[in-house]
C-alpha cells in the first residue's frame, strides 16, 4: 500500500523511488516508535522525566551519526541515500524503544504485575479508552492535516515540498519549548486534579499556558528574523529561501493558534 499512499499525497513521480524506500523501510518499523512513546508517557507520568530525555538525546546523537555515514558512505558503511537514512532512523527507534524499556521496567515497575490482569480489569480499561480515545483523536487529526498539506505542496513543485521540509525542522525547534512546557504542566496539573485541588489546577494551568505563548511566540520572531541567513545554511536555492521566509514569517502568528 505504500505506493498507492504516496499517490494519494501527490508525490512526483522523480521523488516515488526514493519515497518508497523511505515509506516502506520506516513504516515497517514504525511500532517501534508507538511503543517507545508510551513506555515514555509512563515514564513522565510518574515524575521520571529525565530518563526518556536521556535517551532521546542518545537516540538522536546516534541518528545524526548514522544518517552522516549510511547516506555519504563514510566511515567503511556503504553509500545508500535515501535507504541509509531510513535504516538509520528505523534501527533508532528500535534502540529507543530497547532502551526505554530497560529503563521502564528497572526503575519504574520493576517487575511486571502479571497479577494485575488476572481477572482482566475492564473497568480501568473503559476509563483509559474514554480519555485516550479523544485525546488520540487529537494527532488523528493533526496527522491528517499533514498529509492534505503535503498532498497540495507536492503539486506545487519540488522545492516548495523542499522549503516546507526546511522550514518545519526548523519551526520544531521552537515548538519543542511549547511542548516541554506543556507536557511539564500536565503532569502538575494532572496531580493537582487528582487532589480535588480544581482551583489550584486552573491557575497553574493559565500560568503554563501564558509562558508558553510568551516564549513560543518570541522563539518564532527570533526565527522569522534569522530564517534568511539559516536557510542559506541549507541551500542555496534562491526560490527555496524566498518561500522559505515567507513560511517562517507567517508561522509568527500560527504559533498562537498552536499555543492555544
Keep these: 500500500a505504500s505506493e498507492e499512499l504516496l499517490h494519494l499525497m501527490g508525490l512526483r513521480p522523480e521523488l516515488m523511488d526514493d519515497g518508497l524506500v523511505y515509506l516502506r523501510l520506516t513504516g515497517a ?8 512513546l508510551t513506555l515514555s508517557a509512563s515514564l513522565r ?13 542518545i537516540v538522536n ?3 545524526i551519526l548514522g544518517n552522516y555515514a549510511l547516506i555519504f558512505g563514510h566511515w567503511g558503511c556503504p553509500q545508500l541515500g535515501v535507504e541509509g537514512a531510513a535504516i538509520s532512523t528505523a534501527t533508532c527507534r528500535a ?14 515497575i520493576p517487575k511486571f504485575p502479571l497479577s494485575y490482569f488476572r481477572p482482566m480489569p475492564w473497568q480501568e480499561l ?13 494527532n488523528v487529526s493533526y496527522s491528517l492535516s499533514q498529509v492534505v498539506i503535503t498532498y497540495f505542496i507536492n503539486q506545487i513543485s519540488n522545492e516548495a515540498l523542499a522549503t516546507r521540509t526546511y522550514c518545519y525542522n526548523m519551526i520544531m525547534f521552537v515548538y519543542l519549548f511549547c511542548v516541554s512546557i506543556t507536557q511539564g504542566g500536565d503532569i502538575l496539573v494532572g496531580h493537582l486534579v487528582g487532589q480535588r ?5 486552573y491557575v497553574l494551568g493559565n500560568y503554563f499556558f501564558r509562558w508558553s505563548m510568551i516564549i513560543t511566540l518570541s522563539g518564532s520572531v527570533l ?3 534569522a530564517g534568511p541567513n539559516l536557510l542559506k545554511a541549507f541551500t542555496d536555492n534562491e526560490e527555496i529561501i524566498r518561500m522559505g521566509v515567507w513560511v517562517l514569517m507567517v508561522d509568527v502568528i500560527l504559533e498562537v493558534g498552536r499555543t492555544s
Design 29 to 36: 518499523l514504525s511500532f517501534f516508535q508507538a511503543i517507545s
Design 45 to 57: 507520568s510518574a515524575d521520571k522525566v529525565i530518563y526518556p530525555m536521556v535517551v532521546t538525546g
Design 61 to 63: 546523537v546516534i541518528n
Design 95 to 108: 534502540v529507543s524503544m530497547v532502551l526505554l524499556a530497560i529503563v521502564h521496567f528497572r526503575v519504574h
Design 126 to 138: 473503559r476509563y483509559l479508552l474514554k480519555i485516550g480515545i479523544p485525546a488520540m483523536s487529537e
Design 197 to 201: 485541588r480544581h482551583q489550584a489546577a
Design 223 to 225: 526565527l522569522a528574523i
